[in-house]
Nanobody, 120 residues
Framework: QVQLVESGGGLVQAGGSLRLSCVASGGTFSAMGWFRQPPGKERQFFAAISWNGRNTYYADSVKGRFTISRDNAKNTVYLQMNSLKPEDTAVYYC???????????????WGQGTQVTVSS
């Protein structure tokens, strides 16, 4: 099964930026996505990108602030996060699958995630 390792999280002030990375090993997915789990809440899907990068999806909560991208040669998907808000505080995960179903049926093994904390 495809293994996923996220990195790049940290503590940042509101308005700051972070860039997350996720490396996949043991296989590839046609679509990749980012999920996050805020404290005390369930994991939420919020961004996805197709294999060739031409199609992207963002939840309204991050649209215009976050950018998903991928480098297939490196089996890596990125998340550039700008204008961070305290409500973005969460553990961030990546996963993969089919673009039309990745939100509800991701196919990879969940990694450990990377913690993002945004202070006000």
């Amino acid at each position: 099964q495809v293994q996923l390792v996220e990195s790049g999280g940290g503590l940042v002030q509101a308005g700051g930026s972070l860039r997350l990375s996720c490396v996949a090993s043991g296989g590839t997915f046609s679509a990749m996505g980012w999920f996050r789990q805020p404290p005390g809440k369930e994991r939420q899907f919020f961004a996805a990108i197709s294999w060739n990068g031409r199609n992207t999806y963002y939840a309204d909560s991050v649209k215009g602030r976050f950018t998903i991208s991928r480098d297939n040669a490196k089996n890596t998907v990125y998340l550039q996060m700008n204008s961070l808000k305290p409500e973005d505080t969460a553990v961030y995960y990546c996963n993969g699958g089919e673009l039309m179903s990745i939100a509800t049926a991701p196919r990879g093994s969940w990694g450990q995630g990377t913690q993002v904390t945004v202070s006000s």
